[in-house]
């Protein structure tokens, strides 16, 4: 896969959470994909995109501005580096995609709020 066609595959994966369109994530993820979101691991498209459901229920006003975009040269691993926002809370995201056959294998969230309020002992996870 050529570097620009990861970068819009990254870029259409951010426009779907940026408009809430989830449905739009599923043709973009591989059936075996991982998202990396300590403490949580899910795997497989349907539980990847609960999980991002689930975000967007706490934070419905979410956005991720992109600030750079950077791949490898064969495009097998993307990096975004962007800005996470809500009502009147930001923070600085960094996204890690692992690509194979033209689509999201893995994705590695570094930064960001949530992780953040997590690491303080503010968010507690429920049991």
């Not at 498209?45 to 791949?71: C, G, H, K, S």
């Not at 809370?89 to 996204?95: A, E, K, N, T, V």
């Not at 997590?118 to 996870?125: H, N, P, S, V």
């Amino acid at each position: 896969m050529a570097a620009r066609d990861t970068e819009r595959l990254m870029e259409a994966y951010v426009d779907a959470i940026n408009t809430g369109d989830l449905d739009r994530l599923e043709p973009l993820l591989a059936p075996n994909v991982t998202l990396h979101a300590p403490p949580h691991t899910d795997r497989f498209p349907q539980n990847v995109i609960a999980r991002l459901r689930q975000e967007r229920r706490i934070f419905p006003n979410l956005r991720i501005d992109v600030e750079r975009a950077f791949t490898d040269t064969d495009g097998s691993l993307g990096v975004l580096v962007a800005r996470w926002s809500g009502r009147k809370l930001s923070s600085r995201i960094c996204l890690l995609f692992q690509i194979e056959c033209g689509r999201i294998v893995e994705i590695e969230p570094y930064g960001g709020l949530m992780k953040t309020m997590y690491d303080a002992g503010l968010l507690k996870i429920a049991s």
